[in-house]
């Protein structure tokens, strides 16, 4: 059972930590119901702690242990990805929990700032290909041991045994379901280290230089490549431009040159649509299912009705996809 802990409580933890420092300037970042993040210092250092919460104890099994997730970011950065260096993974007897330290990265995350803002020209204009050049390494990565292999197969049928048992009906969901069946690669390919939600808003980004870090790693599996590309195009997380197919910054064509030039194999944009069509669907029946979860317990909090509206960005996804596979 994880133990709830204050900030007090988690700085005196974190003083008993091998970090080189006094540890001064704790503060709680995000504290959702599944993760906690905590800024703090150590010296001259400046850390983030990224512990599993609480209340995720009431869902065993549900996300792989972050000792895992630290082993992909180290890994990844060995690989030349520009990730957050992992300094400490905890051990049960130091108190904290499931819990890593990690290097903190300066810069921006919020995905409508670095779509929209101003201040994000400079960036926009090398995005796209830095976050092409950066999924290559991440794909050319040995994968540690112990990761989940997901191929298309697998994760359509998931979703819709998700979809079918929630009792929604929508027929642009529907069609997303046989656009997809039609189109199944065969499996048995040759299986890479996937981010699994490489996408703006989980990118550390400089006004100026562009990529700094990628975030979030928690969803890291084994699958096809394409998978990452085509959920970074997805219109969810293009905030609001959807001219600028990845991420609401840059363009197909960037993104694809930036992976041809670090290494990545060809990848056909047939395919990219084809894993931008599974985010779309994988967003929609996830967005559907939050609001009905408010609309039967609105006291849960406001989050997932919110998040509901936003089937709307996933359903105009798959429209538009559906339209380019008629007339090519």
């Known amino acids: 059972m994880t133990e709830r802990l204050s900030r007090d409580g988690i700085a005196a933890r974190l003083a008993a930590l091998p970090l080189g420092g006094a540890i001064e300037d704790v503060s709680l970042l ?183 870090a990628v975030l979030d790693w928690e969803l890291a599996h084994l699958g096809d490549p394409a998978e990452d590309l085509g959920w970074i195009c997805t219109n969810s997380w293009r905030f609001g431009c959807p001219r600028r197919r990845v991420g609401g910054f840059g363009d197909l064509a960037d993104l694809l040159a930036g992976y041809e030039a670090a290494g990545g194999e060809p990848i056909d944009p047939v395919r990219v649509d084809f894993w931008q069509m599974m985010g779309s669907l994988k967003w929609g029946v996830m967005t559907t299912m939050m609001h009905a979860r408010f609309a039967a317990d609105p006291a849960a909090g406001p989050e997932r009705g919110v998040i509901g509206r936003r089937l709307s960005e996933a359903e105009a996804d798959i429209v538009a996809i559906i339209e380019r596979s008629v007339r090519c």
Request: aromatic letters at 4%; hydrophobic letters at 45%.
């Open 30 to 212: 995000t504290g959702g119901a599944s993760m906690e993040t905590w800024a703090f210092r150590a010296g001259d250092d400046a850390l983030i702690l990224r512990r599993r919460g609480a209340s995720a104890d009431d869902h065993p099994g549900r996300k792989p242990p972050l000792e895992r997730e630290a082993a992909v970011i180290a890994a990844a950065v060995a690989g030349g990805v520009p990730a957050p260096h992992v300094v400490h993974v905890c051990t049960p007897a130091e108190g904290l929990g499931e819990a890593y330290v990690m290097r903190r990265v300066a810069g921006e995350t919020l995905g409508r700032r670095i779509a929209h803002d101003a201040a994000f020209a400079p960036a926009r204009a090398r995005l796209a290909r830095q976050c092409g050049e950066a999924l290559a390494r991440i794909h050319a990565v040995p994968p540690p041991v112990g990761l989940e292999t997901l191929d298309a197969g697998t994760t359509l049928a998931n979703y819709e045994e998700s979809w079918r048992a929630s009792g929604a009906a929508r027929p642009t969901i529907d069609a997303a379901f046989r656009w997809l069946e039609r189109r199944l690669p065969p499996a048995g390919g040759e299986a890479r280290l996937v981010h699994g939600d490489f996408r703006n808003g989980n990118l550390m980004v400089d006004a100026d230089r562009g990529l700094a």
